[in-house]
């Protein structure tokens, strides 16, 4: 496997040891069928059985997750290891012909588990690979979205944010419940894993109420800056801000008819 793009210092190295492990895997069993023959593929896993692996005689596979090339196999790398199991889609594709050499899927791992020396070899072969796919992770990520969030920690009756003060913040409580006070007043609740915080820092504007924590209260603080990159990469937060901001809306829909209530008694 090669990652696409700039290679890690280490990743030559790796990869050069990790392309000889799956011939050491397979030595000494014998292929289940000759070899499978194939002049492209748009999607691999459509021409491939789930019950076998394949070792790549000839030939090289991109390998794509949500049409986005990541890396590519080459000679020697074992193909079909997520077959059958329920995973993210990955989608292996080539435009040139390939050979792949056939073996049971169920006799492999019997191979693989009778000896101890095979299986720390597999162990490595996997580890291996997802070494080289976290550095890629980590190398795609944004600098910005990169976490750079804190945890606080406030007491029954304690100030989480203050009315008036500026926005530099968005919070979500972790553990714990809190009340918002407009001038005094309380305009409703803030409960585990909701946001808060976010409208001032939408609007620009100071802070529209005070929230106090009803009991003790762990809150991760998000840097503005990077919530709003968050908002943009992530859609979850902003499905879970709207239906925040939904659920205060309701809230104070009620609380406003129920002042109306005596006006027209």
């Known amino acids: 496997m090669y990652l696409l793009g700039e290679q890690p210092a280490y990743a030559d190295q790796l990869i050069n040891r990790l392309q000889s ?12 069928g000759d070899a499978l023959q194939l002049e492209r593929a748009e999607d691999l896993a459509q021409e ?31 193909v079909g290891l997520r077959q059958g199991i329920d995973l993210p889609s990955c989608r292996y594709s080539s435009e040139e ?17 009778v000896s101890e020396p095979r299986q720390e070899l597999f ?3 996997l580890i291996g690979h997802t070494a080289l796919l976290s550095d890629a992770l980590a190398r795609l990520k944004q600098p910005e979205i990169r976490p750079a969030t804190g945890f606080q920690h406030f007491a029954a009756g304690e100030e989480l944010i203050q009315q008036g003060d500026a926005a530099d913040h ?12 407009v001038d005094g007043h309380k ?6 894993d909701e946001i808060f915080g976010a ?3 939408f609007t620009r504007e100071k802070r529209s109420a005070t929230v106090l924590a009803d009991e003790p209260c762990t809150v991760m603080v998000i840097p503005k800056e990077q919530f709003l990159s968050l908002m943009q990469s992530n859609p979850r937060i902003a499905h879970s801000l709207i239906e925040s901001m939904a659920r205060r809306i309701d809230l104070l ?4 008819t129920q002042l109306r209530l005596p006006e027209t008694a």
Do not use: W
């Open 21 to 32: 492990i799956p011939t050491q895997l397979l030595e000494g069993l014998t292929p289940c």
């Open 48 to 78: 491939l059985p789930e019950n076998q692996l394949f070792i790549i005689e000839n030939g090289l596979l991109h390998a794509s997750v949500d049409d986005r090339p990541l890396f590519y196999l080459q000679e020697g790398d074992l």
């Open 97 to 113: 012909s390939l050979s792949l050499i056939p073996y049971s899927r169920s006799e492999v791992f019997k191979h693989i588990y």
């Open 123 to 125: 162990i490595q072969y």
């Open 170 to 181: 968005v919070f979500i409580i972790i553990e714990g419940h809190a009340t918002a006070y």
């Open 187 to 192: 305009v409703g609740d803030v409960q585990k």
């Open 199 to 201: 409208m001032a820092v």
């Open 253 to 256: 829909n009620k609380e406003v």
